[in-house]
Each structure stands twice: as C-alpha cells, then as structure tokens.
C-alpha cells in the first residue's frame, strides 16, 4: 500500500493541464461506454469513466473535480440534450468520485496495489456507497425530466449503480496499478508463460462469446473464465491481473452488445444483470486473491529475512567468539606451562579452573556453530546408505570408542531418503552419547531399523546408565544436562541437533529408557 | 649430526596474541625458526616478491596465512600467490580460527598445501607446530 503525501500548491498551468487531461478522459471513455450500450437505455453495463474519475482524483489530488463535472456534463449533454439532466447527473458523478476518493485516501491513501484481502472488501465497500449517490441523482434528475418513467425508478437505479460501481471496481486498479513503480521480475520464462495466459484467455472468450447466444452450453464455459483469473493471481502481479479482468470485461460487453454470448437475454434488463453479476464476480475474485497472495508472500519474505538475519546473528557470535576464548586458553596455559615452579598449588588450581572453563565455553560455541548449520544450511535429498553414514561415525570416533572398549553392531541398515551429513551427525551423537553415558561395563551399542510404510524407523540402543521418563522431553534441550560435567562430559547441545535435523526432514524422534537399565533412540527418516 | 638448520617461516596474521602463541609453541616445539611477521596481505605478498622494504627478505621454507585479514582477505593472497610464477611453488598452509568446512574446502580448492584451525591449549599448538614441521621436512622429528 502505497500512500502519497498530500500535494502542495499546484501552478495553474499544471492545474489547467491536468484537469483538462480528466475531462477529456472522462468524455472519450463515456462516449465509448454509450457506444457499446445495450439500446435503448441510458445506462451501460460498465461505466469505465467513474473508474477513470476516481483514478485521477486519486493520482492528480481532490483538487480536479471540475475535470470530472465538465466531462460528464458534456457526455450526458450530447444524449438527452437537456442542460438541467446533464447538470445533475454531473454533479451526482462528481460527488460520486469525490466522496470516493476522499474515504480511500483516509483509509488506503492511493492503493496501487491491494496487498491486503481487507483492503479490496474496504475499497468496493467505498465505491459502493459513492456510486449509490451517483445512481440517486441520475435516476431522480432522468425521473424528473420525464425520460424514463417512475416505475422504472429502481431497475435503472439498479443499473446505474452497478455500472458505475463496476467501472470503479475494474478501472481503478487498472490505472493505480500502471502508474506504480514495478517490482515485478519479468524474466524470459514470465514473459513466455504470460504470452501463453493471454492466447488461452483469447481462446476461452472466443469460444465462451463467439457461439451462437442459443446455444446453451457456453454457459458453463463462461467458468473457465475464473480458473484463467486464478492462475493470473498466482503467477503475476497485481497489474496483469487487473488489465486480464479489464480486457475480458470489455471483450464480454462488446460482444453481448453484438448478441453474442450466454448473457444475452430477450429482456435487455435481464441480459444487463446476467453480465453485471458476472463480471463482477470475475473481477471480484481476481482482486481479492491477488491481495491476499500478496500480503502471504509478504509475509513470508519478512519471516525469511527475520529468520536469514537470528541465523547470521548465531553463526557470526558462535564464529567470531571463538577467537578471544582461544587466546584466554591458550595464554593461562602458557602461564601455567612456563611459570610451574614460580606459582604457587592454589594458582595453579586456579589457571586450571580458567582453562576448564573457557574450554568447555569453546565447544559449546562449536556446537552451537555446528547446530545453526544444520538449521541455515540448504536442506539435500538424496538416497543415503545407512551402513556408509554409520561407518563414517564411527571413523570419526575410532579414538573414543577405542579408549571405552565400545562394541558397535548393526543390523543390515537399508537406505533413506535425506542428507548424507545429518544421516552422519545423527548416528555420531547417539552413539557418542551412548559411549559417554555408560556404565561400568563396557558399552554395547546396538543399531537397528525397520520399514514401517514409506519410513524407516532407525534405533540405537546402549548399555548405558538409562534416563527416568520424567527427563524424557527435557534432553532435547539446548544445553540441557542431567549430570554434572565433571562426572560425564558433554555440552548437551548433541541431542537438540539430532532432534533439529530428524524435524527438518519431517520425521520423529523419541526413545525408550528406564534408570540403569539402558536406553534405545528412535528416529524416522523417509525410505529411499 | 649436523644442526637442523633455521627454518624461515613467514606469518602473515594481524592477531598479536596469536602472533606470540606460535612464536612461543614454536619454541616449546624446539623447532629452530626464524619468524618473520607481517600483518596484512598486502605486506605479505611484498615480502614474497622481495619488493620495497622487504627487498633483503629471506624466500620462507614455509608461509602461515590467516584467512581474517584487515584489508586483502587471506584467500586473495593465496589465489595472488598460487598465480604468481615465483611464488607459486612456496609451501602455504592456511592457519586460521576457523573451523567451518567451507573454508577448508575453499583452502584446498585454492591449492593450499594445509589447513589448519588454530588449536587452544599450549599442547595441541606445539603439536600444530610440529605437523608443520614435518610438512616441510618430512625427515625431522
């Protein structure tokens, strides 16, 4: 939504300009609009100059209204002759446009495009209450002059409304739309799919209006019609959609005119309501969808960039950390190392206690490193061997599970569908987990899988000394521990990775535990 | 047993802590060393080239470059050394506090001899110290 601050002093020459520019405007599209009346009525199914009229209040400033006064007055002069008629219906035009743009600057400034659904409903909402002046003060004034009779008061009213509301409704957009600055990509696949979009809509409105009105089966085909709207919302911006709906609009009134099409009736009242109610619809549709897509995507890009810019935040504190911790390690073991004889047991108890700490700050600042990879990083999917991730794991901690006497086995370990470095940090943290938390035996770790529908359940199962159920959901934690580091060792960022990673590929992970009694991790991961 | 002979180590690193770990794990390590230290790359490849003030400058056995550098990023020094005829024979090990995978695949890629991440703790640097060591001269212990 974009709004316009309110213009300063206008010099007379651009004023005269640009409200000539209104008229003139005005004139040509009403003289148009009458062309393609349904005879013998005054009023027209769509009523392009109300759009027009709006449209340039809204863009040029409140100030023009004479524009809008002199060209109707001249339009609706050249038909009835009548120079009160002409005055009134002017006037009612102008309040119409008037009153319009003053409520849409209140509450849309100048919308160039919709980019919220509630927005759309607001315009039509205001469009609809300015055209029920137009319709007043047009039907009264025609009423009172004789050319049309009191009991034709409402259906006239009626049409008059729905014309000059549809004109707003379709024109409006169309205007404010092309005269935004664009931001929309036009890369050589767009440009090719939308000259695609505009031969089908050619095909459907040829075949939908060029059969023969009796025949009835282009009723259904008028449908078609919305799907082609649809798919303008989807794939283009606001502005293909609107000049699509404005085009097929035009081309249906030009047609019905001609007594082409389904809506041409043997009343011409009835042919009027058939077409209004129908094009209305169209466009209706097409606006609405095309702001609501708008503000989804919207709000999808700010939720990316909020997320793109935490994920930067994470790697570039755990990243640049590193480097001061480093040297805070690196210069108390230093001091240590080349002062032993000079300090005494108590300093040296307390250059331990600095580079205990800071190298346990160390990795965890690793890990959480190596947890936003495994969130920022590009999620891959490919068919990944189970059997060569474990090995890989347990390469990786040959001189751990060497130390601990550990026994690995495994069932035969079919293939998943996922990421070869997950399926790898997964089996290496379970099983690291598994050698860290064992008890006085040594550990015995046990990997297994099954098939279970499309998924493969995975499982490690340990020998260790188990977790209470009551902990069950609070391991997944970040840097969550259940024992003290000195008695095991580990940051408690493993299993809020293992958990991050089986979510990103939309499995589950849970386990099976009792108090010195071991424990089994169970993980889901897409069959191959 | 002749005496091992002085090795001429070039560090190209702005971090005077840093600087003063490897002067000092070097000598912990016992590896005989002349350290020479500049702390951009554009004084490093000045060296290298022998130019202006570093025109009695010794060619290094070996050159110690950090990726995080004030201005040249050490990766366009290793791109300026691997593409300069007289330099790109030199033995250049990527010595950096980084520990991401992307950019020890981009060390390799650039045709780096080593990468390494600056290890903490005075053991794991003397032991740093003297893979490089046997990186150069494969024969010493």
Same mark, same amino acid.
């Not at chain 1, 316009?4 to 002093?9: D, E, G, K």
């Not at chain 1, 490919?382 to 130390?403: G, H």
């Not at chain 1, 297994?448 to 209470?468: P, Q, R």
């Given at each position: ?21 209104? !008229? ?27 759009? *027009? !009229? ?38 009612? $035009? #102008? ?13 849309? @400034? ?53 014309? &000059?509301?549809? @004109? ?22 767009? *440009? ?60 249906? /009134? ?5 007594? $082409? ?19 209305? #619809? ?5 606006? /609405? ?43 108390? &073991? ?10 005494? +047991? ?45 090995? /890989? ?8 599970? +060497?130390?601990? @006497? ?84 580990? #940051? ?23 108090? +010195? ?12 | ?141």
């Amino acid at each position: 939504m974009v709004r316009t601050p309110a213009r300063a002093v206008t010099p007379p020459l651009r004023y005269a300009a640009a409200t000539a520019l209104i !008229a003139a405007l005005y004139f040509v599209a009403a003289k148009l609009a009458l062309a393609l009346a349904i005879p013998p009525g005054y009023a027209t199914a769509v009523w392009p100059s109300s759009g *027009i !009229a709006l449209a340039g209040l809204l863009l040029a400033g409140g100030r023009h209204w004479p524009g809008i006064w002199i060209g109707a007055a001249l339009a609706n002069f050249t038909i009835q002759y009548s120079l009160p008629v002409a005055a009134a219906i002017a006037t009612g $035009n #102008t309040l119409e446009a008037c009153i319009a743009a003053a409520l849409v600057q209140r509450s849309l @400034g100048v919308p160039h495009h919709f980019s919220r659904g509630e927005d759309v409903v607001r315009f039509v909402a205001i469009a609809m209450v300015a055209c029920a002046v137009a319709a007043t003060m047009a039907s009264s004034a025609l009423g009172a002059a004789g050319f049309i009779a009191w009991s034709d008061f409402l259906p006239h009213w009626w049409t008059w409304w729905q014309g &000059d509301l549809a @004109g707003i409704v379709i024109i409006t957009p169309l205007v404010l739309g092309w005269t935004a600055k664009q931001e929309f990509a036009w890369s050589h696949e767009r *440009i090719f799919e939308c000259a695609m979009f505009s031969l089908v809509l050619g095909a459907v409105l040829l075949a939908v209006f060029g059969a023969d009105a009796a025949a009835r089966a282009t009723w259904a085909l008028s449908f078609l019609l919305l799907p082609l709207i649809v798919w303008a919302a989807f794939r283009f911006s606001q502005r293909e959609v609107t000049t699509a709906s404005a085009a097929l609009c035009g081309y249906a /009134v030009w047609q019905t005119v001609g007594g $082409n099409g389904p809506f041409v009736a043997h009343s011409v009242n009835i042919s009027l309501l058939l077409l209004q109610a129908f094009l209305s #619809t169209v466009v209706a549709t097409g606006l /609405v969808l095309s702001a609501v897509l708008e503000e989804r995507r919207r709000a999808m890009e700010r939720l990316q960039h909020a997320h793109d810019e935490m994920e930067h935040f994470v790697h570039v504190a755990a990243h640049d950390l590193q480097e001061p911790l480093r040297t805070v390690i690196n210069f108390a &073991d230093l001091l240590d190392n080349r002062n032993r004889l000079r300090l005494g +047991d108590e300093a040296r108890e307390f250059l331990g206690y600095i580079v205990s700490g800071a190298t346990r700050m160390q990795r965890m600042l690793r890990e959480l490193l190596a947890f936003a990879q495994v969130e920022r990083g590009e999620l891959r999917t490919m068919r990944v061997d189970c059997e060569n991730a474990l090995a /890989v794991a347990q390469e990786n901690l040959k001189a751990v599970l +060497d130390e601990s @006497g550990a026994v690995v086995t495994h069932d035969p370990l079919p293939a998943v569908s996922s990421d070869p470095t997950h399926m790898e940090i997964l089996f290496q943290n379970l099983i690291a987990n598994a050698v860290r938390f064992r008890g006085t035996a040594a550990p015995r770790i046990h990997v297994g899988a099954k098939l279970e529908g499309g998924y493969c359940v995975l499982s490690v199962t340990d020998n260790g000394i188990g977790i209470d159920p009551g902990d069950f959901e609070a391991i997944f934690n970040m840097f969550r521990r259940l024992h003290g580091s000195d008695r095991y060792p580990g #940051t408690g960022i493993g299993l809020t990775i293992c958990k991050r990673i089986v979510e990103r590929h939309k499995g589950r992970i849970w386990l099976e535990s009792r108090q +010195d009694a071991g424990t089994t991790f169970h993980f889901t991961m897409p069959a191959a | 047993m002749a005496p091992a002979r002085q090795l001429e180590i070039l560090l190209i690193d702005d971090s005077p802590a840093d600087v003063r770990m490897t002067q000092l794990a070097l000598e912990t390590a016992g590896i005989p060393n002349r350290l020479h230290v500049v702390e951009t790359g554009e004084k490093g490849l000045m060296f290298l080239l022998q130019d202006g003030e570093y025109a009695a400058a010794p060619r290094p056995d070996v050159v110690l470059l950090d990726l995080k550098l004030p201005k040249a990023s050490g990766f366009s020094v290793l791109s300026a050394v691997r593409s300069h005829r007289r330099m790109k024979d030199l033995v250049v090990v990527v010595f950096t506090g980084s520990s991401l995978q992307r950019d020890e695949a981009q060390s390799y890629r650039s045709n780096a001899n080593l990468f390494m991440t600056k290890p903490a703790g005075l053991e794991a640097y003397v032991a740093a110290m003297r893979r490089i060591h046997a990186l150069i001269e494969p024969s010493a212990r």
